[in-house]
């Protein structure tokens, strides 16, 4: 996947977008589906959304979620092509562990942590299902860009609270969902869909098919507080100096300006 593809999926739904999926599809379909596109037409280097990036225009540099990590034990949720493995291996973790749906993104993360001296458990598996990953265990759960592939939202949720220490800090990024009901027609920003619906759709993107929905903020906020964890910080909106400094003049940049394009959550377990 190039970096327009990127922008294209990131922006605005990717590609086609096809009609909505019964409510009743399989979750194993989705798992399927998705996890194919991973293992065949999946990216091998997306810069802006991992870390120190949580998406474009928002960074870890600036904001500081995870301040000092070091001797601590930290697990990625969708590590994909493992550079925020490494992010994190590189400011002194004691253990890294990542568990993610492509078999083919963890051979690619794991061949890239060895090129860099570092290594990670990983576990091939959907983030909702139990997979042997231990309790009571981690400092940090992360994941960039990849919480709302789930298919049980509230369930992921109240699996990573059991992973994590009492007082174990949560952070993740995804495509904020506002963003994603809007499309540019003729230099004019107009709803394409309805903020409130979160059904499964396809998108083609890169001669392949994912399929996504769009959750509400409030879906997400609901389901950290039903799995136990207090918000300590929300961000959503892009920081201008990092478009600055890429000069950044595409339909993502100009759309960033006006509205979120991505949101960041730092959660911590009770």
Not at 16 to 30: D, H
């Amino acid at each position: 996947m190039d970096e327009k593809s990127v922008n294209r999926l990131i922006s605005n739904g990717g590609g086609e977008v096809g009609v909505a999926i019964p409510e009743n599809m399989n979750k194993n379909v989705i798992h399927k589906t998705n996890s194919i596109y991973w293992d065949t037409k999946g990216n091998d280097f997306l810069k802006a959304i991992t870390l120190p990036y949580y998406g474009w225009f928002i960074s870890e540099e600036k904001h500081q979620l995870f301040g000092d990590i070091s001797g601590k034990k930290l697990l990625e949720i969708g590590c994909g092509n493992g550079r925020s493995l490494q992010y994190q291996g590189e400011r002194g973790a004691s253990e890294l562990w990542a568990v993610d749906i492509s078999e083919k993104q963890i051979e690619k993360a794991a061949q890239h942590l060895e090129s860099h001296g570092l290594s990670a458990k990983f576990i091939c598996s959907p983030m909702e299902e139990e997979c042997g990953i231990p309790e009571d265990y981690f400092d940090y759960v992360y994941s960039i860009y990849a919480i709302g592939w789930t298919t049980d939202l509230e369930g992921t949720f109240r699996r990573i609270a059991s992973y994590l220490k009492k007082d174990g800090v949560f952070i993740f990024s995804w495509s904020h969902p506002i963003h994603r009901c809007v499309t540019e027609d003729d230099g004019r920003f107009v709803f394409r869909k309805s903020y409130f619906d979160e059904a499964w759709y396809p998108v083609a993107v890169d001669e392949g098919e994912l399929l996504l929905a769009d959750r509400m903020l409030s879906t997400y906020v609901n389901a950290l507080a039903k799995a136990g964890f207090v918000i300590e910080k929300l961000i959503e909106q892009s920081d201008d100096e990092i478009m600055q400094l890429r000069d950044d003049k595409s339909d993502l940049a100009r759309r960033a300006k006006m509205l979120p394009v991505t949101f960041v959550i730092k959660a911590r377990k009770l």
